[in-house]
């Protein structure tokens, strides 16, 4: 069966501090990958999305980047956090051409 | 703008009573999903529903598609405690590569055992 790992589940880092948060998935070949970020009490705000290795792209001009290194590997980063950044990030998988995504546990993130 | 938006954004009911959440969106879409979030946690998905149906069932859940009025219903039927949670619509649309999914700002449900 597939799983989906995100870590870690909560992180506080001081503003202008750097930002990597991982996600992997288990149990699936060429899945498509998200990152998602959602505020508190509100949506889902898609921030990059990934059909293969190395080919990202970004939904909205931010200060965080992507990348995937591996088939099954999703890296969310930032050089320098923002306050703005805070917040709820949700890594998603989909088998290609599916519309069914599947959420990991999320990590949540806070900027001070 | 968000393609799916619900409504209400808040819905308290008593265990047993019945819960509907109606979704609007703007454009047309191929499928309209349903995902229920657990507080802090990842979103789980409930039901997909195509845009030529009208009407799917799943346990106690119930949603109807209206696609000339662009708008969605969730029915939760006979709710437990256990149901308190968001749930939100999902649309897609088309992006470079396939298509993605827009998430409404969701319905927070709390059922009052």
């Known amino acids: 069966s597939q799983t989906i790992h995100q870590w870690p589940a909560t992180l506080v880092q001081p503003v202008g501090s750097p930002l990597s948060l991982e996600c992997t998935v288990e149990?699936?070949?060429?899945?498509?990958l998200y990152w998602y970020r959602q505020a508190a009490g509100r949506g889902l705000q898609l921030l990059f999305y990934s059909v293969g290795i190395g080919q990202i792209s970004s939904e909205v001009p931010q200060n965080l980047s992507a990348s995937r290194p591996q088939d099954r590997q999703f890296i969310l980063s930032s050089k320098k956090l923002l306050l703005s950044d805070s917040g709820f990030y949700l890594c998603a998988w989909s088998l290609a051409g599916l519309y069914e995504q599947f959420f990991g546990p999320g990590t949540r993130l806070t900027v001070l | 703008s968000q393609q799916g938006e619900e409504d209400p954004q808040a819905l308290s009911i008593q265990e047993g009573e019945n819960a509907t959440m109606n979704c609007s969106y703007k454009?047309?879409?191929?499928?309209l999903q349903w995902y229920r979030q657990n507080s802090g946690r990842g979103l789980v998905h409930l039901i997909l529903i195509r845009s030529n149906e009208r009407e799917k069932h799943s346990g106690r859940l119930r949603v109807t598609l209206d696609t000339s009025k662009k708008s969605s219903s969730l029915l939760i039927t006979a709710s437990r405690a256990a149901d308190t949670a968001s749930y939100f619509c999902?649309?897609?649309?088309?992006?470079?590569?396939?298509?993605?999914?827009?998430f409404g700002a969701g319905t927070r449900l709390f059922v009052k055992a």
């Open positions: 999902a649309t897609d649309a088309f992006m470079t590569g396939g298509f993605k999914t827009i």
């Open positions: 149990g699936t070949s060429n899945p498509n």
């Open positions: 454009t047309s879409i191929n499928n």
